[in-house]
């Protein structure tokens, strides 16, 4: 059975960095995209980004650009999301998902559970 | 970027009849190469992450029942539940992925009446 296993998140203050961490199981990391997507209280969903099989091609949404780090470790079966200079407006519930198939450019297929990230002072 | 609208904002829907989500993007999704609309419906219970229900604006995920159908093409689509059950309480989002940044509608709650 697939399964994504969030972890990593909690409270940070305004500035501060986190690495999120997103176990696999039930399949080969390394034979999927996949994503990073996030979710603010109470709010809709934000695509985050996006690594595709590889791992060369990361793509990143603006509002992380410059500042957060997509990669995966196919050895340990574990995607990351760096997150550097972290802001209030990062505060989020942060989603990894498994894309269907190897394209980035493909629908967010299977999801974690989230992982908690606040920001603040 | 590609922005998503959805209509309505929410719903409510009497047990067993037919609920409908549109979703419109500002410019098309449809990529001629290969015949298919970049476009997913995501079913959000409360409390849960996202679930996959349609991909390709008209393919049922597996396991998702046949009451959930996808219709559309280009920049109009739309999500069709037909027959409402209790369990389908919940908000549903569309998204596209044929450009970067990959964006989601605002989501539609639908509720029962």
């Known amino acids: 059975e697939e399964q994504l296993l969030e972890s990593g998140g909690g409270l940070v203050q305004p500035g501060g960095s986190l690495r999120l961490s997103c176990a696999a199981s039930g399949f080969i990391l390394s034979s999927y995209a996949m994503s990073w997507v996030r979710q603010a209280p109470g709010k809709g969903l934000e695509w985050v980004s996006s690594i595709c099989v590889g791992g060369d091609t990361t793509h990143y949404a603006e509002s992380v650009k410059g500042r957060f780090t997509i990669s995966r470790d196919n050895s340990k079966n574990t995607l990351y999301l760096y997150m550097n200079s972290l802001r209030a407006d990062d505060t989020a519930v942060y989603y990894c998902a498994k894309n269907l198939g190897t394209g980035c450019y493909a629908t967010h297929g299977y999801w974690g559970q989230g992982t908690l990230v606040t920001v603040s002072s | 970027d590609i922005v998503m609208t959805q209509t309505p904002d929410s719903l409510a829907v009497s047990l067993g009849e037919r609920a409908t989500i549109n979703c419109k993007s500002s410019q098309s999704v449809f990529y001629s190469s290969n015949n298919r609309n970049y476009l997913t419906w995501y079913q959000q219970l409360p409390g849960q992450p996202p679930k996959l229900l349609i991909y390709w604006a008209t393919t049922r995920e597996s396991g998702v029942p046949d009451r959930f159908s996808g219709s559309g093409s280009g920049t109009d689509f739309t999500l069709t539940i037909s027959s409402l059950q209790a369990e389908d309480v919940a908000i549903y989002y569309c998204?596209?992925?044929?450009?970067?940044?990959?964006?989601f509608g605002p989501g539609t709650k639908v509720d029962i009446k």
């Open positions: 998204q596209q992925h044929y450009s970067i940044p990959f964006t």
